[in-house]
């Protein structure tokens, strides 16, 4: 399976249709917000700081792909997880806790004979692959159309 998410040309257009009309939205909330309300430099800064803990850990490798994998399979156990993105046993259960403290995914045990472990995405962490997937796009499209420019 190839591990890219490749678009159709009809799909991609619908997609950066849909991405423009949401960057449209956010930034016209925004912009209604900050002239309804004074927000000082502390205020701003608080809120980039309670940002920092998410941005650190879903831009930590194997994170994301762990996430985009457990969206696609729904629930997976951890073998099948190592075998998909090709992560080292130790790595791949050092980031599945971190995601389960956070409350990414949540683990399950399935009482044996034998003893079956199994992974999946919690509201939160289904939702932030969705809100990933759209930024991860629009970040890579624009990279391509930039260095397609520059050659």
Same mark, same amino acid.
């Given at each position: 399976?190839?591990?890219?998410? $490749?678009?159709? !040309?009809? @799909?991609?257009?619908? @997609? ?9 939205? *956010? ?8 002239? !309804? ?10 809120? +980039? ?17 762990? &996430?985009?994998? &457990? ?15 090709? @992560?080292?046993?130790? $790595? ?6 971190? &995601?389960?403290?956070?409350?990414? +995914?949540?683990?399950? *045990?399935?009482?044996?004979?034998? &003893?079956? *472990?199994?992974?999946?995405?919690? $509201? ?16 890579? !499209? @624009? ?9």
């Amino acid at each position: 399976m190839d591990p890219q998410l $490749t678009l159709g !040309s009809e @799909v991609r257009k619908l @997609v950066e249709t849909r991405i423009e009309r949401t960057l449209k939205g *956010v930034e016209d909330t925004l912009r209604r917000i900050l002239e !309804s309300q004074e927000i000082s430099l502390e205020d701003l800064k608080e809120d +980039i700081q309670s940002l920092e803990k998410s941005f650190n850990l879903l831009s930590q490798k194997w994170n994301l792909e762990i &996430l985009y994998t &457990l969206f696609l399979k729904n629930t997976i156990n951890f073998s099948g997880m190592k075998k998909i993105l090709g @992560v080292n046993s130790r $790595t791949l259960s050092d980031k599945l806790k971190s &995601l389960k403290r956070y409350g990414y +995914i949540k683990r399950t *045990v399935e009482t044996g004979p034998p &003893l079956r *472990v199994k992974y999946a995405l919690t $509201t939160i962490g289904k939702n932030t692959v969705l809100l990933a997937l759209p930024l991860l796009y629009y970040s890579s !499209s @624009v990279a391509g159309v930039q260095a397609a420019s520059q050659t």
